[in-house]
């Protein structure tokens, strides 16, 4: 069903006022659009609030309009599907079951690391006539089977992780709605219809949803005493779903961060589930700016909430919206306008995320237990303690002032870890030292105590080594590189050596990684086919540090063991016309990780492949070669990953793919 075709224009909150006609007499012709966002995506920024981002997904667009697919990959960490999932979509018939359209959300979910919430199994709209006319035991036994198909096709893929088990069961003063399942079954329906659902699937979230349920008010007060309920008597609940469906003509629920974190206290989590913010058409700047606003409060509200673990949006651009089509005279609900540019609603989003340029002017925490160790006549070891951030902290200044007073700190070098070795000093010298902390935004943090150093006794030594000369590998395994060079001289004495290594052939730091009293050393625990960068001073008593020797690359060899693959197909389910198999279970059989597998089995004719996913899929007549979709490429020996597809097949065949094999890469 696509949102052209409501069957039944559900009055939802208070009736539509009719005053379009009016309004467009004051319209703002032309809206400006907001500059196109090449920053951070939502999705990356919800990530670091450690909340999903999401919408709802139409399949026509997802299939047919590029502009559309690149703004769900981009900007969306989760995906629910807005129709494909519900029961007349999947179950028209009874007992006929069709995922054509959720398997194919599911699949670009798991192609984008996106995750699905399944919506909706138990709902008194959008569910076939049949069902509606059953008798109570006959309609109990029909929502069972549904919820145990329609999970069960789920159940094994991870990348869907929860569902709408009941969608609004209340009516605006707190009693049941008057729905055929409540007429019917009485309200016993709804405990059954989570207790099946986590039959079907032990790891699901599970949720009842509801609209006008984001403040608090009688019908949220019901859903809060039901879920409370239900916990009582052990029945699996584990979220809330606040639709959201808001309309700037009606006002802000200003206490939903309180009903939020009412519900959390319950020990559910909170979802946004169907966020849109009507207006009452033509678009105007003021209109867009109060919209703003309130998308401004309702992310506000769920990062406020810890339980609070995500925000869907009921589509993205305001060229697919329910709204037009169910309350006359309201639209441009959405985020982005008819022509996929972002609106102010856009940015206020982005920017209660934490992604507004100016946005973060907290600075961090300062660094705490400043201390030095090691201190030599020419260098000093200092550590600390990491700082904390709002954002995140992205390094440390280290400054520097002489003597044990007065004079000027100055920074001296910067670190992004929590430890800095300064060298160069002088023997018998004194130096404070001071750490701030840095953020992205360019906030430092207040300076760290301060630790007074002094160096120890030079022997009035400041002659440095000559440096190492011949540095060469003289031998390397999967795992190891053994170095030799030629002595340096000192006219005192040379006391040691430091090997220093840089990751690959080229670019990145060298770094210490050993020290040697001989001209020789082994560098072990490498990753075995991996290049690294050798080079090696020489140190005397008094700390001077040579200049580094040459540099000598090494590639480790190639890892031992042998990698191998095996791939094992299992038909989930099938029906007349189709089949879905799921899981195919890529095995690691040798002894080494592998990084890649690609999989071939054969289709019988007339078999065409209408979805997959966790896999990469390409097809040559009835030959099907499949490859990881990245995250699940590395398998350790003996582990398994997995994918699954769906297949049409002409009606009365019962063959099913078959002739599963394994190669890596
Ligand atoms: C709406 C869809 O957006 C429309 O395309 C469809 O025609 C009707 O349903 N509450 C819900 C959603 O739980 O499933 C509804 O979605 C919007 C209201």
Redo the contacts with the bound molecule.
Sequence with gaps: ???????VV?S?RLAPVAVAALLAAFAVPVLAAEPAHAATPLRTLAAAKNKFIGF?A?TGPLANESAYRTIAQTEFSQVTP??AM?WDATEPNSNQFNYSGADQIVAFAAANNQVVHG??LV?H??TPSWVQSLGASAMRTAMNNHIANVVGHFASNPVVQSW?VV??VFDENGGYRSSFWYNTLGASFIADAFRAARAADADAKLCI???NVEGVNAKSTAMYNLVSTLKGQGVPIDCV?L?T?LSTQYGFPGDMQQNIARFAALGVTVRI??LDIRIPMPRTSAKDATQAQYYTNVVNACLAVSACTGITI??FSDKY??VP??FPSEGAALIYDENYQVKPSYTAVYNALGGGPDNDTTAPSAPANLAASGTTSTSTALSWSASTDNVGVTGYDILRAPGTSGGTFAVVGSSTTTSFTNTGLTASTSYRYQVRAKDAAGNTSAVSNTVTVTTSGGTGDTTAPSAPANLAATGTTSSSAALSWSASTDNVGVTGYDILRAPGTSGGTFAVVGSSTTTSYTDSGLSAATSFRYQVRAKDAAGNLSAVSGTVTVTTQPGGGTGGCSATGTVQTSWGNGYVVDPVTVKNTGTATITGWTVTFTLPAGHTITGSWNGAVTVSGQNVTVKPVGWNATVAPGASVSFGFQVSRPSGNTATAGGFACTTP
């Design positions: 069903m696509t949102h052209r075709s409501v069957p559900r939802r709802a139409a807005e129709n519900k919506h909706t709902w709209s959008q709408d969608n609004e949803n509801d609209y779903g639709q469906h589930t169907e009921w589509g919206s329910w089509d169910t």
